[in-house]
């Protein structure tokens, strides 16, 4: 695991918060960036005192009680070093291998776009976001594919999550001959659990009850590419539909208890680590770029709040959070 400083990380997370995120109010941003003020109390800290530190030892009268202080702030500093330093880090791209020129096609609370974003961010590849309409789907009038995420790297047009990160994978050198262990067929396995039976348990849940359909098409809404009166009505009008929607897909899927089948889907996961801090060890795999990307738009919902109370997935989840870090979105030039 790479680790990195405490200010090293307190400019990437701050640096990944664009102007626009921010005022956004994302709920994963302010989780971020409330761990941006813990981290950059104890990193000014530590640098204010070096700082006064080093000024009383050119000072040739410094007192006894002066010394126990610094002494005192050295230990503060250097525990509070040794905290920053367990942060986990991103796993960016050789230079050689990252791609110039990488657009996302997507809806911003899609579970599958989600994860394809995961795997950017973790690789640090910068990426710039088209919000499709998902009305009018005037941005991907161009393509015969009609579903999101599309990714297009360097002119070359990739659809289908899983493809996605499967070629992005390669393109970046991921499956280098060192890389590959045993762990590959447990990785390629929960890879299909994701898509195979964990996406199937999100619906259901964050359209369980009316309140939860509306919170959901509020986030929905109010992130997504919508006119001003679609918003209006596609938040009730949409969680009315979701709501009856997810009732089917209940049935579809056969979940009898929705809540039941995500706290479970959690606990399969946690199980599934063994003890260890990701899938893939001391860093995450695909798999786990895969789950936390596809729970990564319901963890500030009801549902997903509801998860990490109940079950024991919180803190590998939390360990993603850091792993991931700052989005490496950059701002599409407009057209
Ligand atoms: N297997 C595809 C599924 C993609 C998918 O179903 N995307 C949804 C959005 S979450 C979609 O575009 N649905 C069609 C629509 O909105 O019209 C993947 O993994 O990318």
Same mark, same amino acid.
């Given at each position: 695991?790479?680790?990195?400083?405490?200010?090293?990380?307190?400019?990437?997370?701050?640096?990944?918060?664009? *102007?626009?995120?921010?005022?956004?109010?994302? @709920?994963?941003?302010?989780?971020?960036?409330?761990?941006?003020?813990?981290?950059?109390?104890?990193?000014?800290? %530590?640098?204010?005192? %070096?700082?006064? !530190?080093?000024?009383?030892?050119?000072?040739?009268?410094? +007192?006894?009680?002066?010394?126990?202080?610094? $002494?005192? /702030?050295?230990?503060? %500093?250097?525990? $509070?070093?040794?905290?920053?330093?367990?942060?986990?880090?991103?796993?960016?791209?050789?230079?050689?291998?990252?791609?110039?020129?990488?657009?996302?096609?997507?809806?911003?609370?899609?579970?599958?776009?989600?994860? &394809? #974003? $995961?795997?950017?961010?973790?690789?640090?590849?910068?990426?710039?976001?088209?919000?499709?309409?998902?009305?009018?789907?005037?941005?991907?009038?161009?393509?015969?594919?009609?579903? &999101?995420?599309?990714?297009? &790297?360097?002119?070359?047009?990739? &659809?289908?999550?899983?493809?996605?990160?499967?070629?992005? $994978?390669?393109?970046?050198?991921?499956? *280098?001959?060192?890389?590959?262990? +045993?762990?590959?067929?447990?990785?390629?396995?929960?890879?299909?659990?994701?898509?195979?039976?964990?996406?199937?348990?999100?619906?259901?849940?964050?359209?369980?009850?009316?309140?939860?359909?509306?919170?959901? !098409?509020?986030?929905?809404?109010?992130?997504?590419?919508?006119?001003?009166?679609?918003?209006?009505?596609? #938040?009730?009008?949409?969680?009315?539909?979701?709501?009856?929607? +997810?009732?089917?897909?209940?049935? #579809?899927?056969?979940? /009898?208890?929705?809540? #039941?089948?995500?706290?479970? *889907?959690?606990? /399969?996961?946690?199980?599934?680590?063994?003890?260890?801090?990701?899938?893939?060890?001391?860093?995450?795999?695909?798999?786990?770029?895969?789950? !936390?990307?596809?729970? =990564? @738009?319901?963890?500030?919902?009801?549902?997903?709040?509801?998860?990490?109370?109940? /079950? =024991?997935?919180?803190?590998?989840? %939390?360990?993603?959070?850091? *792993?991931?870090?700052?989005?490496?979105?950059?701002?599409?030039?407009?057209?």
């Amino acid at each position: 695991m790479r680790r990195v400083t405490g200010l090293s990380a307190v400019h990437r997370a701050v640096d990944g918060l664009s *102007a626009t995120q921010l005022a956004a109010g994302n @709920p994963v941003n302010h989780y971020r960036l409330s761990q941006v003020a813990l981290l950059s109390t104890n990193s000014n800290y %530590s640098s204010a005192r %070096s700082h006064w !530190f080093s000024n009383n030892r050119i000072s040739e009268n410094s +007192s006894r009680a002066s010394a126990h202080a610094v $002494a005192g /702030t050295m230990l503060f %500093s250097v525990a $509070a070093t040794t905290i920053v330093q367990e942060v986990h880090a991103k796993e960016p791209v050789q230079a050689k291998f990252r791609p110039n020129d990488v657009v996302l096609y997507q809806y911003e609370a899609c579970p599958f776009c989600n994860k &394809v #974003k $995961a795997f950017l961010d973790y690789y640090d590849i910068a990426y710039k976001v088209i919000e499709v309409n998902p009305i009018s789907k005037k941005e991907i009038k161009w393509s015969d594919y009609k579903k &999101v995420p599309i990714l297009t &790297v360097d002119g070359e047009h990739m &659809v289908d999550s899983s493809d996605i990160i499967d070629k992005l $994978a390669k393109r970046i050198n991921l499956n *280098a001959p060192a890389d590959s262990s +045993s762990g590959d067929d447990e990785e390629k396995k929960w890879r299909g659990w994701v898509d195979n039976h964990l996406v199937h348990i999100l619906s259901p849940n964050i359209y369980r009850s009316a309140s939860e359909a509306i919170e959901s !098409f509020d986030y929905i809404t109010s992130h997504g590419n919508f006119s001003f009166t679609e918003r209006l009505v596609a #938040k009730y009008a949409g969680a009315t539909a979701m709501y009856f929607v +997810s009732k089917k897909l209940k049935k #579809k899927y056969n979940i /009898t208890d929705e809540r #039941k089948a995500l706290y479970e *889907a959690a606990e /399969t996961w946690v199980d599934a680590l063994n003890g260890r801090d990701f899938l893939g060890g001391v860093k995450p795999n695909l798999a786990d770029l895969a789950v !936390f990307g596809v729970l =990564r @738009p319901i963890r500030y919902l009801k549902s997903g709040k509801d998860m990490v109370e109940n /079950t =024991r997935i919180g803190n590998w989840y %939390s360990r993603m959070e850091d *792993a991931v870090g700052a989005p490496s979105r950059i701002q599409a030039q407009p057209e």
